[in-house]
């Protein structure tokens, strides 16, 4: 079956403090994968996004991921965190095929504390 | 920027009433979807739609929901008779089909 699984429902962190959020998929096709941010009565935002190519990428907001083909794992990491950076954050996979549907997971609420 | 466009932001109805939830896609974009997000949980795929017809939908996509592009401009859902399990945070999101999906804001739907 395909899912996505966010193991972290609510993670705290002090600000200034690194931050990795974990995502783990089960996907049969090659998979894209992304990271959202919801803030608080807000939409999906993009954060960043992995196709292809290299397995580090950048996103917007200082945050970056990476993809582990080996362990099925696309974690978002952020070296030092801000307290704007405060919210819900999905992991989504989806297929190449274009107008195929995302997986989301369960979503990780961020905490930043002071 | 280019942005989904989601209204309303809130909607309260009551059950067994027909609602039609307004998108306005970004204009390049040739695949549209909605999800919806019951409180606390995940987000769910509804349906997908490409070239004026459903390219895709899920179990909960059932006969009380159907979506229709009317003008080339406006991507609507509507749920037919709607019951309490129908209060969700409802987005639309669209896709040029080779990118990621953008998506709107929301709308808030509570059925009473």
């Known amino acids: 079956a395909q899912s996505v699984t966010q193991p972290d429902i609510h993670i705290t962190v002090s600000e200034g403090a690194s931050l990795e959020l974990r995502c783990n998929y089960s996907y049969g096709a090659t998979p894209y994968l992304f990271w959202y941010v919801q803030s608080p009565g807000q939409g999906l935002q993009l954060l960043l996004k992995y196709f292809s190519g290299d397995t580090l990428v950048q996103g917007i907001k200082g945050f970056e991921a990476e993809f582990k083909r080996s362990q099925s794992s696309f974690n978002l990491r952020k070296p030092s965190v801000h307290w704007s950076d405060a919210a819900e954050y999905f992991c989504?996979?989806?297929?190449?095929?274009?107008?195929?549907?995302?997986?989301f997971g369960k979503g990780t609420t961020l905490s930043v504390s002071s | 920027e280019p942005e989904v466009t989601q209204t309303p932001s809130h909607q309260v109805t009551q059950m067994g009433q027909e609602v039609i939830l307004r998108c306005v896609p970004i204009s390049n974009h040739l695949y549209f979807y909605w999800y919806r997000q019951i409180l606390g949980q995940k987000v769910e795929f509804l349906v997908s739609f490409y070239n004026n017809e459903i390219s895709e939908k899920s179990e909960i996509f059932d006969d009380q929901f159907s979506v229709e592009r009317p003008d080339g401009s406006n991507f609507t859902l509507k749920i037919r008779s709607t019951k309490l399990e129908d209060s969700a945070m409802y987005f639309c999101?669209?896709?040029?089909?080779?990118?990621?999906?953008?998506f709107g804001q929301g709308t808030r739907l509570t059925v009473v």
């Open positions: 999101a669209g896709t040029t089909g080779s990118t990621e999906a953008f």
């Open positions: 989504a996979v989806g297929a190449k095929q274009a107008g195929t549907a995302l997986i």
